[in-house]
């Protein structure tokens, strides 16, 4: 199994409104595209004094295939929408991790 890790800092200013948006519409969307089984949302727990807050969105993969697949088909597209809906509020940072 492979696990699709989207880490993201979103600036405080834009946070509800993002965090309403993944839920309703963009996981939603992700999991459409039938590359992935399974996902989780989680905030990650730390004190920042950066300007935002940092959340890991988790979608997990039989293997690398579908991940490279969701790379090559949607994931252009998908991020095109994130970026033009909150333009210059967010920073990602995407890791594979393989189960052992």
Avoid: C
């Amino acid at each position: 199994m492979i696990l699709y890790n989207i880490t993201v800092n979103v600036e405080r200013d834009v946070e509800d409104e993002w965090l309403q948006w993944m839920k309703s519409t963009h996981i939603p969307e992700v999991l459409s595209t039938g590359m992935f089984h399974e996902n989780k949302f989680f905030k990650i727990m730390h004190d920042s004094e950066d300007t935002g807050s940092n959340y890991s969105v988790q979608y997990f993969a039989k293997d690398m295939h579908q991940v490279m697949s969701y790379q090559h088909e949607y994931f252009d597209k998908h991020n095109a929408i994130v970026q033009q809906k909150f333009p210059k509020k967010l920073a990602i940072f995407i890791t594979l991790l393989e189960e052992v």
